[in-house]
């Protein structure tokens, strides 16, 4: 997985999450429970999330040489939003799954299978879960209605008022600047807004002949 060599450079910090795997007996499970928190995220320091209150319950089976783990998440991350850059609160949830096996190294043949050393017989989770909680997160994250920095949206907006007063080809003319843009609102910045192209009219006329 992404970053576990750099995990491996601050494993001291993270020794809570390492599970001995050769001291667990067969068809036994093993219930593990952390309260990630803000502390957790700045250990793994991984790119997507900074801050959060997550809690994880791992339950571990082996079964002769392989192991399963399963891993049920559900908590509050920090994240910017996507439309003003804000911080903001987004709920996760999440239930995975990995298969460890020992091997002579290291490796990953696959989203949920794991090779660990024999020798070493230990695996650490905490990048683990840290990568499931970041797979939880919403493609799109923005504020509530209203929620968003308000001189952060003023100035959206008036980049999308002085695109319409400058663009020259059909698509600005007709007030089209994107999806966060409602071509039923008011003006912005109380100006008038300018005439429609009249080709959009021949396009409207054709269409009602349909």
Excluded at 112 to 129: K, P, R, T
Excluded at 154 to 174: P, R, Y
Aim: aromatic share 8%.
């Amino acid at each position: 997985m992404h970053g576990f060599l750099q995990l491996e450079l601050v494993l001291g910090t993270l020794k809570t999450y390492q599970i001995d795997l050769k001291s667990l007996l067969p068809a036994t499970v093993y219930e593990f429970n952390y309260a990630l928190g803000d502390d957790f995220f700045e250990s793994v320091d991984g790119p997507e999330v900074k801050q959060g209150n997550v809690n994880v319950s791992l339950s571990v089976i082996r079964a002769s040489s392989a192991f399963e783990l399963e891993f049920h998440i559900n908590g509050m991350v920090t994240v910017p939003c996507d439309r003003c850059l804000d911080d903001m609160e987004v709920l996760i949830e999440a239930k995975n799954r990995l298969i460890v096996t020992f091997g002579e190294a290291y490796a990953e043949t696959s989203d949920e299978h794991v090779i660990v050393s024999e020798e070493e017989g230990f695996i650490n989770v905490a990048w683990y879960m840290y990568e499931f909680i970041a797979l939880a997160i919403p493609i799109k994250h923005v504020h509530e209605p209203g929620g968003c920095n308000e001189m952060m949206m003023s100035k959206l907006n008036e980049l999308c008022v002085d695109e319409v007063e400058d663009g020259d080809d059909l698509f600005h003319e007709a007030g089209e600047t994107g999806d966060d843009v409602d071509n039923n609102s008011k003006p912005l910045r109380g100006e008038s807004r300018r005439p429609v192209d009249p080709r959009w009219d021949a396009l409207r006329d054709l269409m009602g002949d349909n």
